[in-house]
Every structure is written in structure tokens, then in C-alpha cells.
């Protein structure tokens, strides 16, 4: 009997051991097969948490965006994410988020992860207004160029469909992004053969793609091509072959001779922008631009290799309100234009998707120089030394000459009487 209860006991000793083995497993953020999802479904979540733990910043807020159909995927990621714990979450299902609308949580510095079942743009257009939009159809969030952008899906993009979507989001000034999307290999049927058990479909991948703008002065800020950084291996855990960095930096301090699309609205003061016009041989009224934020403008675009591109200014721009601000928004997002220069300050932005650089402030300050004053130019000899030298030098003088007269007449008279002896 007591044999057999020590093989129970270490029977079930080592069942406890097996347990705990498999929920410490667990916890420490393994990505155990789902059978919920299909396998890409599952590698493409293993590719994002991959991602999430490599580029985006601990601490910053993650938004994870889908639309209802892709709830499984979305739920999913969140589970993995929140093993890990690293980063706050928010979860938007189309375009919905699901927190108060008065609670400013999304962090201008954040991540995004935007899920999409295909490369259809008319769901992820759903999912950006989402982000972006208030529940009174404002836009009332916007990010920096800082912040980086995820776009994945599980079925395959076509290159039109990655570039549309690049495209929409360059409207946004969206540049630090990137496209996973999966691709299917073609095997020669005459040359198959078995694929390994631990290799379940491994000639199936996940493409990473994105797009470099300002490459030169006709690549500016058109997606004209798109380019492959990296390649998810559906194998086993999966893996990148190539582990290059996937948001590497876009713009250099050089933009090849790119435009810079402004409209310049009349200040009517020098220290913004003035227009000043006159009359050229040909009795035509022209104009030209002055003033210290032109000048500025053009100091920067001259460092940064960009050429100035003045669009005429329409008369909805002149006057700030809140329809033509909007104007001015359609014109941004249509990337006609890519800064207004004006005494446009932040009382003027209604919108809060438009940025501003900081405001300068003007004091005006009075000073009081005493008037010379003119002396005659005889008194120039006079002021050469102070009144005290001068006494000092008059008393000098005088003393000497008195002393003088004296020793002339004490000699005389010794002189006088040496002469009558």
C-alpha cells in the first residue's frame, strides 16, 4: 500500500509539475495555436506583436482599429498584447471607439494598427475618419509625423491597392508607415513535394511594404512606387528573413528640390507678410511679398533644397472664418497646398487637424536719448582740464611769477649795493 501511494503521489506530483509548465508558458506571451483562427490569420498576429515589441515605444498609447467582420484577428492581438502589458490600449471597431469622446487618450505619439480583411480603401478610409472624427462629424484628433502606422491584412494586396492606401494616407502627412499583407508562392506542381510537418504551408508569406517620398524632385510626395523591406516566413513561429529596420528614416534634411506649395495671405504688417505693389514700364500693377515669415520661409526651403510654389491665394482665405478655414483644409488634404503663411495664429485655426508652429508675440518699448548739448568754441579750451587743475594751475602762475619778481628785486638790490662799496 505504501508503495502505491508514493507512485500515485509522484504521479500526481508530476502532473502538477506539467501544469504549472504549461501556464507559465502561457503567461510569459507564447503564441499557442489558435483554433479559431486559420494560420495566416495566426502569423499575421505573430508578425504584429513582433512589430509592436520591436518599433513601438513602451508606455504610448496603441490603438488597434478594425471593422466588425475582422473582430477575431482584433481580439486575438489584444489578448497577446495583454500578456505583455507594455503599452496602453485602445480598441476601435469601425471606426467607433469605444471610450468617452471627451477623454483626449489617443497620444499624439502613439502606434496604430489598422486592421483591414482586404486592400479595399474604402475600409480603411472608414477606419482614418473614424480615428480622427468626433461624434459631431469634426475632426478632433490628429497625430504627428512621429507617430507609426500599421496597415495588415491577412489576404493579399494587390501593388494598386498598397499604393492607393499609401496615397490616402500621405493626405494625412501619414509617412512612417508601412503595408503587411500576405502572398501566396506558385510551385511547380511537376517539382512539389512533401512539406515538413513543423513547415505547414511555407510557401505562404507576409510582404512588408512601404514608400519613401522626396527621392527626387519628380517623386516628392506622389506614391509613384512602393518598396518590399522585409518578408514573414510562415513557418513554425515564423520570422523575418532579412530583420531590416521596418521604419526607417524617411526624410533628410535634403528633399531634392521638392516644392513647397504655400498660399500666402496679406498680413498688411511687415513683421508676417506684406504685399507691396507698384507699377512695372508697362503701367501693369504687379506685386511682390515681404516680410519676416516669408523671409523665414524662404531661409528654411533654401536649407532644406525645396522650392517656394506661391498659390494664388483666393479671396475665401483672406478673411479666417470657420467655412473658409474648412476650404482650407480640402486644399491641405488635396495637397494643393502644404503651408499658409499670414498671421494665421491659433486664434484663427478652428480646425484642430491643422498644426501651427508657435506663436510670436510683439512688444513695442520706448527709450529716451538725452539731446547733446552745443558749447561755444571758445569754451572747448576750457574744458580740457577740470576747475580744480585749473586752480591748481592759475595759483601755480601766479606764485611763480610773484616769486619770480621777488627774486629779481632781491638781486638788484644786492647787485646795488656791491657796486658802491
Keep these: 500500500m505504501e508503495c502505491v501511494f508514493c507512485v500515485l503521489q509522484n504521479e500526481k506530483f508530476e502532473v502538477i509539475q506539467l501544469v504549472i509548465l504549461l501556464f507559465s508558458v502561457m503567461t510569459n506571451g507564447a503564441l499557442l495555436p489558435s483554433a479559431s483562427l486559420p494560420l495566416h490569420e495566426l502569423h499575421l498576429v505573430r508578425c504584429l506583436i513582433y512589430i509592436s515589441h520591436r518599433y513601438f515605444a513602451p508606455g504610448r498609447s496603441l490603438v488597434i482599429s478594425s471593422p466588425a467582420t475582422y473582430r477575431d484577428v482584433q481580439q486575438e492581438l489584444i489578448a497577446e498584447i495583454h500578456r505583455t502589458s507594455i503599452w496602453p490600449v485602445v480598441v476601435t471597431a469601425d471606426g467607433n471607439i469605444s471610450k468617452p469622446n471627451k477623454t483626449e487618450f489617443i497620444d499624439r505619439d502613439g502606434s496604430y494598427i489598422i486592421l483591414i480583411p482586404d486592400g479595399n480603401i474604402e475600409i480603411l478610409k472608414t477606419e482614418i475618419i473614424g480615428l480622427a472624427e468626433g461624434r459631431k462629424y469634426k475632426f478632433t484628433r490628429f497625430w504627428n509625423s512621429e507617430a507609426r502606422f500599421v496597415v495588415a491584412g491577412a489576404k493579399e494586396f494587390s501593388m494598386s491597392q498598397q499604393k492607393e492606401i499609401f496615397n490616402y494616407l500621405s493626405k494625412f502627412r501619414i509617412y512612417?508607415?508601412?503595408?503587411?499583407?500576405?502572398?501566396?508562392c506558385v510551385i511547380d506542381k511537376e517539382y512539389s513535394r512533401p512539406i515538413d510537418a513543423n513547415n505547414v504551408d511555407i510557401c505562404m508569406k507576409l510582404l512588408v511594404y512601404t514608400w519613401f517620398p522626396y527621392q527626387s524632385s519628380d517623386r516628392c510626395t506622389e506614391v509613384n512606387d512602393i518598396t518590399l523591406l522585409d518578408i514573414w516566413v510562415?513557418?513554425?513561429?515564423?520570422?523575418?528573413?532579412?530583420?531590416?529596420?521596418?521604419?526607417?528614416?524617411?526624410?533628410?534634411?535634403?528633399?531634392?528640390?521638392?516644392?513647397?506649395?504655400?498660399?500666402?495671405?496679406?498680413?498688411?504688417?511687415?513683421?508676417?507678410?506684406?504685399?507691396?505693389?507698384?507699377?512695372?514700364?508697362?503701367?501693369?500693377?504687379?506685386?511682390?511679398?515681404?516680410?519676416?515669415?516669408?523671409?523665414?520661409?524662404?531661409?528654411?526651403?533654401?536649407?532644406?533644397?525645396?522650392?517656394?510654389?506661391?498659390?494664388?491665394?483666393?479671396?475665401?482665405?483672406?478673411?479666417?472664418?470657420?467655412?473658409?478655414?474648412?476650404?482650407?483644409?480640402?486644399?491641405?488634404?488635396?495637397?494643393?497646398?502644404?503651408?499658409?503663411?499670414?498671421?494665421?495664429?491659433?486664434?484663427?485655426?478652428?480646425?484642430?487637424?491643422?498644426?501651427?508652429?508657435?506663436?510670436?508675440?510683439?512688444?513695442?518699448?520706448?527709450?529716451?536719448?538725452?539731446?547733446?548739448?552745443?558749447?561755444?568754441?571758445?569754451?572747448?579750451?576750457?574744458?580740457?582740464?577740470?576747475?580744480?587743475?585749473?586752480?591748481?594751475?592759475?595759483?601755480?602762475?601766479?606764485?611763480?611769477?610773484?616769486?619770480?619778481?621777488?627774486?629779481?628785486?632781491?638781486?638788484?638790490?644786492?647787485?646795488?649795493?656791491?657796486?658802491?662799496?
Design 176 to 184: 512612417n508607415c508601412i503595408i503587411v499583407s500576405k502572398v501566396n
Design 234 to 421: 510562415i513557418s513554425a513561429q515564423g520570422h523575418f528573413t532579412k530583420n531590416t529596420d521596418l521604419f526607417p528614416r524617411k526624410i533628410s534634411n535634403s528633399l531634392n528640390g521638392c516644392p513647397m506649395k504655400a498660399v500666402v495671405r496679406n498680413g498688411h504688417w511687415y513683421f508676417t507678410t506684406n504685399y507691396v505693389y507698384y507699377k512695372s514700364s508697362n503701367r501693369n500693377v504687379l506685386r511682390y511679398i515681404e516680410g519676416l515669415e516669408y523671409d523665414l520661409l524662404r531661409v528654411v526651403l533654401q536649407q532644406m533644397n525645396m522650392t517656394f510654389v506661391h498659390v494664388p491665394t483666393p479671396k475665401s482665405f483672406e478673411i479666417w472664418d470657420v467655412p473658409q478655414t474648412k476650404n482650407l483644409v480640402s486644399g491641405l488634404f488635396g495637397k494643393e497646398i502644404y503651408i499658409a503663411l499670414g498671421n494665421v495664429g491659433t486664434n484663427h485655426i478652428v480646425e484642430s487637424n491643422i498644426d501651427s508652429t508657435s506663436s510670436f508675440y510683439m512688444l513695442s518699448a520706448r527709450w529716451y536719448v538725452p539731446c547733446s548739448v552745443k558749447y561755444p568754441r571758445w569754451s572747448s579750451v576750457f574744458r580740457i582740464l577740470t576747475v580744480e587743475l585749473w586752480l591748481v594751475l592759475i595759483i601755480s602762475i601766479v606764485t611763480a611769477s610773484i616769486s619770480i619778481h621777488l627774486l629779481g628785486d632781491t638781486a638788484a638790490r644786492l647787485s646795488g649795493k656791491g657796486i658802491r662799496h
